[in-house]
């Protein structure tokens, strides 16, 4: 039986989601000592790349060779903006950021390379490729969900978050995300399943850094 573009590609990247599920940002979700102003820096810097995450899913359903695609992708770009921000609009509140400090934060370096990352993918490379780009956001937030609720501390301040990246209809999603990766890649040359495969490490890295750059409370250097 020919391995599918899925099981490649996550046995290729395992390392660095293992490095995820136990860096500090995430095992402090998990036992809800995550200090607090770590959490308002990463969900200030993720509903900035949530908007540039609903452009690149908008620009994969323009690209997708088919009806089906075109509304799978149209639809998660709506649920990106519109359900997960949902999600944050309700942190913003409960850990008082208001929406001047979102507006006057600027995007954080590492979300600056992984937005522009997205969007170049979005707009230079074929269906293939900007599939494999933004999947592994879809997965890794899934399995990091998941491996988190499996050893959560309840109560948690985090516990809206986790729920949310947890539950059945993320994981839906995600599969549905995964499965359309695998059907272009089962048809696409060796060439494009190569940049599809390079596509999906270097936004797994930016994953990581995206993470990592939230617990250092990463900011420009300079300006």
């Not at 089906?68 to 709506?78: L, T, W, Y």
């Not at 999947?135 to 729920?163: H, K, M, Q, T």
Request: glycine residues 4%; proline residues 5%.
């Amino acid at each position: 039986m020919t391995e599918t573009f899925s099981t490649a590609a996550w046995a290729r990247n395992l390392p660095v989601f293992e490095a995820i599920r136990t860096m500090p940002f995430v095992t402090g979700l998990a036992d809800g000592t995550l200090p607090l102003d770590r959490f308002r820096h990463f969900i200030i810097q993720d509903s900035h790349y949530l908007i540039a995450f609903a452009r690149a899913l908008a620009l994969a359903a323009a690209k997708a060779p088919d009806a089906a695609g075109i509304v799978q992708f149209s639809r998660a770009a709506h649920d990106s903006v519109v359900v997960e921000r949902a999600l944050h609009d309700d942190y913003f509140v409960r850990f008082g950021i208001s929406a001047e400090d979102f507006a006057g934060t600027p995007l954080s370096p590492v979300c600056d390379h992984y937005v522009n990352f997205l969007i170049a993918k979005g707009h230079a490379e074929p269906y293939p490729v900007v599939l494999a780009a933004v999947l592994s956001c879809f997965w890794i937030y899934a399995e990091v969900g998941r491996d988190i609720l499996a050893r959560a501390v309840r109560p948690n301040p985090y516990d809206a978050w986790i729920d949310t990246y947890a539950g059945d209809e993320f994981n839906d999603v995600v599969r549905a995300a995964i499965e359309a990766t695998d059907r272009a890649a089962a048809v696409a040359d060796p060439a494009t399943v190569a940049a599809m495969h390079a596509a999906y490490s270097r936004a797994s890295q930016l994953e990581w850094m995206f993470w990592d750059s939230a617990w250092r409370l990463g900011d420009w250097p300079v300006g």
